[in-house]
T-cell receptor, first 114, second 112 residues
Framework: NAGVTQTPKFRILKIGQSMTLQCTQD?????MYWYRQDPGMGLKLIYY???????DKGEVPNGYNVSRSTTEDFPLRLELAAPSQTSVYFC?????????????FGPGTRLTVT | QKEVEQNSGPLSVPEGAIASLNCTYS??????FFWYRQYSGKSPELIMF????GDKEDGRFTAQLNKASQYVSLLIRDSQPSDSATYLC????????????FGTGTSLTVIP
């Protein structure tokens, strides 16, 4: 199993450009999450999904959009990129089995907006 | 008030010593507590989780939970240089669906 995979690993965007960060998991997890991590800071939840077709906002959703058409994929869309979106983005997934909520993280996407 | 608070450190301990990492949380109804390790430039990886008051041991790691005082700690016995990393505390509050809140992390350095 590959676990959680993310593409691209690195990206530089100009202000106002758009892009999609891809996330795929092969563990058949229902729950998927997008976090951002700024230098020296903890993880902030952007959006999450409890299953295909269901998404919800986290702490910092402004400037982002998500969709969940399949169990495996949970892309994050940035529209009109701004310097404040420079960060490392992590996708994670978890399974709800016996009350277990452990999250497994992808390798991250390092995004710079200039 | 932050949901989850950790001392950012850095915390330095000599090799072989016990490292003690602490985390406090604001939601008294929180149910699940997690410790993640994050090496520089890498993604977080789960070390331990704990749901019930008391201690939970896994190898050199012990998680301690005190819901009355709203804190959770991680003890690392026989610390090794490879334990040098940032340790993130995560909490799942009671009424937030499936959201988790992370602390800012404590940076640990184990000195050979």
């Amino acid at each position: 199993n590959a676990g959680v995979t993310q593409t691209p690993k690195f990206r530089i965007l100009k202000i106002g450009q758009s892009m999609t960060l891809q996330c795929t998991q092969d563990m058949n997890h229902n729950y998927m999450y997008w976090y951002r991590q700024d230098p020296g800071m903890g993880l902030k939840l952007i959006y999450y999904s409890v299953g295909a077709g269901i998404t919800d906002k986290g702490e910092v959703p402004n400037g982002y959009n998500v969709s969940r058409s399949t169990t495996e994929d949970f892309p994050l869309r940035l529209e009109l990129a701004a310097p404040s979106q420079t960060s490392v983005y992590f996708c994670a997934s978890s399974a709800r089995a016996g009350g277990s909520y452990e999250q497994y993280f992808g390798p991250g996407t390092r995004l710079t907006v200039t | 008030q932050k949901e989850v608070e950790q001392n950012s450190g850095p915390l330095s301990v000599p090799e072989g010593a016990i490292a003690s990492l602490n985390c406090t949380y604001s939601d008294r109804g929180s149910q699940s507590f997690f410790w993640y390790r994050q090496y520089s430039g890498k993604s977080p990886e789960l070390i331990m989780f704990i749901y019930s008051n008391g201690d939970k041991e896994d190898g050199r790691f012990t998680a301690q939970l005190n819901k009355a005082s709203q804190y959770v700690s991680l003890l690392i016995r026989d610390s090794q240089p490879s334990d040098s990393a940032t340790y993130l505390c995560a909490v799942k509050p009671q009424n937030t669906g499936n959201q988790f809140y992370f602390g800012t992390g404590t940076s640990l350095t184990v000195i050979p």
